[in-house]
């Protein structure tokens, strides 16, 4: 087991030194709901012209399901979320629907009874935050582009990237697994690739808090892919600063074959373990964007200034920081 020292000599950021350092001093309370709720989430991107993915139905009352799915023209593959889930639980993934049953991404069958009992379980709190009432979500499934198609098990990837203070400072690659029902979390099995920020391209990964240089189910190495559209994630991803004002953040991308990046959720206390998948520290990275904005002057500095007097310039240079945050070291 490597010891706290050793971790804070290579630039690991803790859980504590997280919260406290990072999210409680550049994530001001009243910014949270914009993106806890993924249905303010939503609104707010199409506002701004930002893609996401196309909203079908809101559910509030049960009853409301049935008819709605029974209608001859409702699409039949959707994704069912929950407004307010946590850790990518309460996710399904209906891919279509052959003799009265609907198919999971993972070829799981589900029944119409199924899927009322899991909407249930959605409104009433099961998977939200805080165990509060909520709000179901149907909206347009994901097709994965297919350059992943060697690294991924039946369900679409992800993109996830850390912005501080506006500037991207470190980014993985999630793939889906068969322990991980198809679905691009960590926390049920999935594998998290570290990427070089430079080019988007993929290094080794982690899966279960292990390293690994395979896909488990597919076999092919993790290793040397290239993430499509990887300067227009990196564009939209500093976009998101002055629209939802949050300091620290995580921005979880989703690449369709045919739409291209569309933003997933933002989401104001992002995990620790890609700095596993990229097997380098935060604190470094942090560090190198902190000397940049500090360096622009007291009022620049100050969040609320910074994102009135949002720029092209100020833009330009996030982006253009990106290489030295690749070279931090601790």
């Not at 912005?163 to 697994?177: A, E, H, I, K, N």
Request: hydrophobic share 35%; charged share 25%.
């Amino acid at each position: 087991m490597i010891s706290p020292l050793s971790l804070r000599k290579l630039g690991v950021l803790g859980m504590n030194q997280r919260n406290a350092g990072y999210i409680l001093k550049n994530n001001p309370r009243n910014r949270y709901p914009l993106v806890d709720d993924k249905l303010r989430t939503k609104e707010l991107l199409i506002q701004h012209r930002i893609p996401t993915p196309l909203v079908y139905a809101r559910i509030e009352r049960a009853h409301d399901l049935r008819p709605l799915l029974n209608q001859p023209d409702f699409p039949l593959d959707f994704a069912l979320k929950p407004a307010r889930g946590a850790e990518g639980r309460g996710i399904v993934v209906i891919v279509g629907k052959r003799k009265g049953l609907w198919e999971k991404a993972s070829g799981e069958k589900l029944s119409l009874e199924d899927i009322e009992y899991h909407t249930i379980n959605i409104l009433a709190g099961l998977f939200s935050l805080g165990g509060d009432d909520d709000r179901a979500i149907i909206e347009y499934r994901v097709k994965s582009h297919p350059v992943f198609a060697p690294v991924s098990y039946r369900g679409v990837p992800d993109v996830r990237i850390i912005l501080y203070r506006g500037v991207p400072v470190m980014s993985m690659l999630r793939l889906p697994t068969k322990h991980s029902d198809g679905k691009a979390n960590l926390h049920q099995g999935a594998v998290g690739v570290g990427m070089d920020m430079n080019t988007g391209v993929t290094r080794g990964g982690i899966c279960r808090n292990r390293s690994i240089d395979r896909h488990p189910d597919t076999g092919e190495p993790i290793a040397g892919v290239q993430v499509p559209y990887w300067q227009q994630l990196l564009d939209i991803s500093v976009r998101t600063y002055p629209i939802f004002g949050l300091g620290y953040m995580g921005i979880d991308f989703v690449i369709d074959e045919t739409l291209g990046p569309l933003i997933l959720e933002l989401n104001a206390r992002p995990g620790l373990s890609i700095q596993l998948a990229n097997q380098r520290g935060l604190i470094p990275r942090l560090n190198t964007v902190d000397r940049w904005a500090d360096g622009k002057g007291p009022k620049s500095s100050k969040q609320s200034k910074s994102l009135e007097d949002s720029n092209d310039n100020d833009f330009r240079e996030k982006l253009n920081l990106i290489p030295k945050i690749e070279e931090a070291i601790a």
